[in-house]
């Protein structure tokens, strides 16, 4: 079942109004996504970007809030994006089930369907990113290209503890307690205070999420997507040096690295959003109908792709 509304576009600057929906799954759960058409009509049906946000985060916080709309859809995009299951305004589920790695990809190829958009670019962020890749990967013909921000190459969760998390959410709601290393390990702690930081979180739900998806380990020199691709990294984020290192090794990929930045303040950088524009309407891009239709490979030896270190002189000031 597919609800539809119209509303006002979220973001000043964003000139057209946003389509919002929500899909109700076959296993009873609802996403909501939402559709920004290009800051001026198009004579044809206009390329479709669609941003997957991270864990944690929601399209709101990760898109929306850090004027992502505005770049993409002034530039002849349309804007598509979604609330992962567990996320902001979707369902949040408390059982390993709900969270299994198809049931992800599933849903954005339902939000795909659901914006009657055969094809479209994926940006992705960390989590995200990961399933943009995954993606990518099962169903080339509807990926064009991908833009990875904080892609979790060194696999997603592989260090967090399902049983201890739970085990501090089952005592008092204090999750201030699960920086004490005597109670969880850093890395476990890291991602239950994540999931207990935005209001509207389901910390039980996020927790599930978290342990389903580090039981698909993530090894992306296994298989790589043919598709084009824009690895983007925070040169303060402890995973920049592997992104490069793997970007390197991929001959239809590039690396960006933003100077004074980390993993949560990357994605509002301008950087980003104009390297990520600029990476989409390369002819390329544009003009591949199927660009996935070759088999995905696995990672060369030989180094193929650049890496690139930019300057964000916007940092301080509008993002």
Same mark, same amino acid.
């Given at each position: 079942?597919?609800?539809?509304?119209?509303?006002?576009?979220?973001?000043?600057?964003?000139?057209?109004?946003?389509?919002?929906?929500?899909?109700?799954?076959?296993?009873?759960?609802?996403?909501?996504?939402?559709?920004?058409?290009?800051?001026?009509?198009?004579?044809?049906?206009?390329?479709?970007?669609?941003?997957?946000?991270?864990?944690?985060?929601?399209?709101?916080?990760?898109?929306?809030?850090?004027?992502?709309?505005?770049?993409?859809?002034?530039?002849?995009? %349309?804007?598509?994006?979604?609330?992962?299951?567990?996320?902001?305004?979707?369902?949040?589920?408390?059982?390993?089930?709900?969270?299994?790695?198809?049931?992800?990809? /599933?849903?954005?190829?339902?939000?795909?369907?659901?914006?009657?958009?055969?094809?479209?670019?994926?940006?992705?962020?960390?989590?995200?990113?990961?399933?943009?890749?995954?993606?990518?990967?099962?169903?080339?013909?509807?990926?064009?290209?991908?833009?990875?921000?904080?892609?979790?190459?060194?696999?997603?969760?592989?260090?967090?503890?399902? #049983?201890?998390?739970?085990?501090?959410?089952?005592?008092?709601?204090?999750?201030?307690?699960?920086? /004490?290393?005597?109670?969880?390990?850093?890395? #476990?702690?890291?991602?239950?205070?994540?999931?207990?930081?935005?209001?509207?979180?389901?910390?039980?739900?996020?927790?599930?999420?978290?342990?389903?998806?580090?039981?698909?380990?993530?090894?992306?020199?296994?298989?790589?997507?043919?598709?084009?691709?824009?690895?983007?990294?925070?040169?303060?984020?402890?995973?920049?040096?592997?992104?490069?290192?793997?970007?390197?090794?991929?001959?239809?990929?590039?690396?960006?690295?933003?100077?004074?930045?980390?993993?949560?303040?990357?994605?509002?950088?301008?950087?980003?959003?104009?390297?990520?524009?600029?990476?989409?309407?390369?002819?390329?891009?544009?003009?591949?109908?199927?660009?996935?239709?070759?088999?995905?490979?696995?990672?060369?030896?030989?180094?193929?792709?650049?890496?690139?270190?930019?300057?964000?002189?916007?940092?301080?000031? %509008?993002?």
């Amino acid at each position: 079942m597919v609800e539809t509304g119209t509303g006002a576009a979220v973001q000043t600057g964003a000139r057209a109004a946003a389509q919002t929906g929500v899909l109700e799954r076959p296993d009873g759960v609802r996403i909501a996504w939402e559709s920004i058409p290009p800051a001026v009509p198009q004579p044809a049906a206009p390329p479709t970007v669609l941003l997957v946000h991270g864990f944690a985060s929601s399209r709101s916080g990760n898109w929306l809030r850090t004027r992502w709309a505005e770049p993409l859809t002034e530039a002849g995009f %349309r804007m598509l994006t979604l609330d992962l299951r567990g996320h902001g305004e979707s369902s949040k589920p408390r059982t390993l089930a709900a969270y299994a790695l198809p049931r992800f990809r /599933d849903d954005l190829l339902a939000v795909l369907d659901a914006a009657g958009a055969p094809s479209a670019h994926v940006i992705g962020y960390s989590l995200g990113a990961r399933l943009a890749w995954d993606l990518a990967l099962r169903h080339p013909h509807r990926v064009l290209s991908l833009v990875l921000g904080g892609a979790p190459v060194q696999g997603s969760f592989a260090g967090f503890d399902h #049983t201890a998390a739970l085990a501090v959410l089952a005592g008092p709601r204090d999750l201030a307690g699960a920086a /004490d290393p005597g109670t969880l390990d850093p890395e #476990t702690a890291r991602y239950l205070r994540m999931a207990a930081t935005v209001a509207g979180n389901d910390p039980h739900a996020l927790v599930r999420l978290a342990e389903a998806v580090r039981r698909s380990p993530f090894v992306p020199e296994a298989r790589v997507p043919a598709q084009p691709m824009l690895f983007v990294t925070g040169a303060d984020d402890g995973i920049a040096p592997a992104v490069r290192a793997l970007a390197e090794r991929l001959p239809h990929a590039t690396a960006l690295e933003l100077p004074g930045r980390d993993h949560v303040s990357a994605v509002t950088s301008r950087v980003f959003k104009q390297a990520a524009v600029e990476f989409l309407q390369a002819p390329s891009r544009q003009l591949a109908a199927s660009p996935g239709a070759a088999p995905p490979g696995s990672v060369r030896a030989a180094a193929g792709g650049r890496a690139s270190t930019a300057r964000d002189p916007g940092r301080s000031g %509008r993002r």
